[in-house]
């Protein structure tokens, strides 16, 4: 009882900002044979559509295992049976990056930890929710296995569209891993170098 109170307090402080587009949130944290799993739900807006090349992906993992990205599709049929007309795994690819994607005009946080990327590449494909999908519709669960277990806020982007060719590229916020002490000691310390050398050019006469 007390896991769902922490993990909904964190729905609640980590909610997404996105208003249309691909909406990553969190949906639990399972502590899992000594490793923890960040499940979250990515849900399609009503109004949107993904298309070949679209993409989702969350930037800032800390210690996310090998072989730690499980992409689960909703490919089959709702509770009406009716298809949700996702498509399978196999459509979709799966990149672990260092840095990226970069999105245009959008600046998520990215110092280097692993970032995650789920890209439609069926060709010729179209997303679209449903009439009945009144909250949207649910693309699948993606989760990251990761060595921390301890949340902060993370970024997410996404690149979807809201009609034929107007692409939309959104930033949002959820809920992910923290950086070990000696890594958010190791980022100040960076931060704090390039300030300085910015002061003294700043100082140096002309």
């Not at 499980?70 to 799966?94: E, F, H, K, M, Y």
């Amino acid at each position: 009882m007390v896991k769902r109170l922490l993990v909904l307090g964190s729905l609640l402080v980590f909610a997404a900002s996105a208003r249309a587009g691909v909406v990553v949130s969190l949906d639990q944290i399972a502590n899992t044979s000594g490793h923890f799993d960040w499940i979250y739900d990515v849900t399609l807006e009503n109004n949107s559509r993904m298309s070949t090349g679209d993409f989702f992906a969350l930037y800032e993992i800390p210690g996310l295992l090998p072989n730690g990205i499980t992409w689960n599709p909703n490919d089959g049929v709702d509770s009406g049976g009716q298809a949700t007309n996702v498509p399978p795994l196999a459509d979709w690819t799966i990149e672990q990056r260092a840095f990226g994607p970069v999105v245009p005009n959008l600046t998520p946080r990215d110092f280097g930890d692993p970032n995650v990327q789920i890209t439609l590449s069926a060709l010729n494909t179209t997303i679209e929710p449903r009439p009945q999908d009144v909250n949207g519709l649910l693309l699948g669960q993606l989760t990251l296995s990761s060595s921390i277990g301890i949340g902060r806020v993370i970024n997410y982007t996404t690149k979807s569209a809201q009609g034929p060719d107007s692409n939309l590229f959104v930033i949002g916020r959820t809920a992910g891993p923290i950086p070990e002490p000696s890594t958010v000691g190791m980022m100040g310390a960076g931060l704090a170098a390039v300030l300085a050398v910015a002061l003294r050019r700043r100082r140096s006469p002309r």
